[in-house]
């Protein structure tokens, strides 16, 4: 069975940073991991998603300020946000995409993220 179980969100302030955590069971290597966000009344976004190799890539609007790590160790993947604004708030979903190599896709339940004085 497959969980993606997020951790970190909150409520921060403009300028201020948050650590998002997704530990990933039930996967192997090969899955691809990232970030998406959706905000109230917009549609659901990549952040930012890193290969099992390690290769990464961003949102414009986040390049610069968030970055993405993997631990595969712990089965881990992590988003780094900083210099957050307020246009970043909302709901951050953890994805594990292995279907470059036929496998499933799959989804974690989603962390609010709120920035705001």
């Known amino acids: 069975q497959v969980q993606l179980v997020e951790s970190g969100g909150g409520l921060v302030q403009p300028g201020g940073s948050l650590r998002l955590s997704c530990a990933a069971s039930g996967i192997n290597r090969f899955y691809a991991m990232g970030w998406y966000r959706q905000a109230p009344g917009k549609q659901r976004e990549l952040v930012g998603a890193i290969t099992s190799g390690g290769n990464t890539n961003y949102a414009d609007s986040v390049k610069g300020r968030f970055t993405i790590s993997r631990d595969s160790a712990k089965n881990t993947v992590y988003l780094q946000m900083n210099s957050l604004k307020p246009e970043d708030t909302a709901v951050y979903y953890c994805?594990?995409?292995?279907?470059?190599?036929?496998?499933?896709?799959?989804w974690g339940q989603g962390t609010q993220v709120t920035v705001s004085s």
């Open positions: 994805n594990a995409d292995g279907s470059y190599y036929g496998f499933r896709v799959f």
